[in-house]
C-alpha cells in the first residue's frame, strides 16, 4: 500500500503539464488581431559577421553576454549546472557508504564463520 502513494504522485507530475496545457488552450479565444508576419527572414543577433560566428567551431567573441537571468551563460544556468553536479555528489557518495556498509557485513560474517 506505501507504494501507491509514490507512484500517484510520479504519474500526476509527468500528467499535468498536458492537462494544463489543454486546458488553457480550450479557454484562449482564437486572435483575429494579429498580423500576418509574412517575412521569414531570420536575423541573428551576434557581435560580429555572421558568415565569421555561424559553424561548426564559432570564434571567439562572436556571441554576446546575457542580458537576462535565463541566458546562455547567465546566472540560472550556473544554478542548475550546480545543482545537478550536487546531486550527482549525494547519490555517489550514498552509493560508496552502502557498498563499504555491505563489504563490512560480508568481511564481518565471514570472520564470524571462521
Known amino acids: 500500500?506505501?507504494?501507491?502513494?509514490?507512484?500517484?504522485?510520479?504519474?500526476?507530475?509527468?500528467?499535468?503539464p498536458f492537462g494544463l496545457s489543454a486546458a488553457?488552450?480550450?479557454?484562449t479565444p482564437p486572435d483575429s488581431t494579429v498580423a500576418e508576419v509574412t517575412d521569414?527572414?531570420?536575423?541573428?543577433?551576434?557581435?560580429?559577421?555572421?558568415?565569421?560566428?555561424?559553424?561548426?567551431?564559432p570564434r571567439p567573441d562572436c556571441g554576446k553576454k546575457p542580458?537576462?537571468?535565463g541566458d546562455r551563460g547567465g546566472w540560472m544556468q550556473y544554478t542548475v549546472f550546480l545543482v545537478?553536479?550536487?546531486?550527482v555528489?549525494?547519490?555517489?557518495?550514498?552509493?560508496?557508504?552502502?557498498?563499504?556498509?555491505r563489504?563490512?557485513?560480508i568481511a564481518e560474517k565471514?570472520?564470524?564463520n571462521e
Open 67 to 69: 542580458q537576462s537571468s
Open 24 to 27: 488553457h488552450a480550450a479557454d
Open 89 to 101: 555528489g549525494v547519490v555517489s557518495s550514498v552509493l560508496i557508504r552502502n557498498v563499504i556498509r
Open 1 to 16: 500500500m506505501p507504494r501507491i502513494a509514490p507512484i500517484t504522485c510520479a504519474v500526476l507530475l509527468t500528467l499535468a
Open 84 to 87: 545537478m553536479i550536487a546531486g
Open 40 to 57: 521569414s527572414t531570420y536575423v541573428y543577433d551576434l557581435v560580429n559577421e555572421p558568415s565569421e560566428c555561424i559553424n561548426s567551431n
Open 110 to 112: 565471514m570472520s564470524q
Open 103 to 105: 563489504d563490512r557485513a
